[in-house]
């Protein structure tokens, strides 16, 4: 998901443009081989801050981009999703079952990580969709019990003949941690974060992230997003956000919200405004 700009901003001076982003970052690029000619960049720039834009050069209108694939919803590809193991889906790791159900889930995971700015069900430790796999029952409890024997090889789901000298790993044997989805999203409600977080200056925290400061060299996403650079979550938001992210992360694909509900749920709607598909 990306913040569309506004075409006023193309009308700006370059003076103008360093008023707002500071004058170019340069760093000059070394040669390893100084007697040899080069026909590479003398210098790399540094990306600008877009976080110093003022809210008048963000426009509305966001943008959804999908990089990875599509298909019709009544052939959905077999075989285990390019998703990004943090998105994907309980029933597409262990039952290769794809469709908008696994497209709802990715969705919640989405909003999470717009809303506190970390992977919901990103393991640190163990890469892959068996760290996913961990993550979700440290976030929603119990799974059903095939699934805990389920065997993984290399940090994925293994759904051929096992081989006699493989070494799997199942859930049985991962470290099972305790973490709670209501608790990761009251962690950041107001007055705990409110102390912490200045008031919103930048077109961007309007939308409830601060983008830090960059430094050229900071290729390792040291300087990433952390959840003290979020403005708080009010407590009623905070309540229909839980309520609206328990329906989409259920287990059972055939019981979880359609995306059309959840543009009627209340988080996502104005007071008094009336759900875009209710019948007259």
Sequence with gaps: MAVRLTKSLDALTEKQ???IFGEPRIKFVDQFFRDQPSCGPQFAVAAVNLSRLPVEYL???????????AFFMNSPPRGLSHVPPAYLAPESIFSLINGPEADVW??????????RPDKLFWDFISSGPLGTAKRMYETLGPMPQEWYTFPFLDGYPVHAPLQP???YRTLEFTHMGELRLEKLVSDNVEPHRLANTPA???GFEKFGIKVPELDIDDHEGQTAFKTKHTTPIQKQ???????LLR??????????ITAKRILEHPWLMEPGQKPCFAQP
Excluded: M, V
């Design 17 to 19: 443009l360093d008023d």
């Design 59 to 69: 426009s509305t209108r966001l943008c959804i981009l999908d990089f990875d694939q």
């Design 106 to 115: 990715a969705l919640g995971s989405i909003l999470f990580n717009l809303r």
């Design 165 to 167: 000298n493989a070494e």
């Design 200 to 202: 919103p200056r930048t």
């Design 237 to 243: 938001d905070a309540h229909l956000f839980s309520n």
């Design 247 to 256: 329906q989409i992360f259920t287990y059972d694909h055939r019981k979880r």
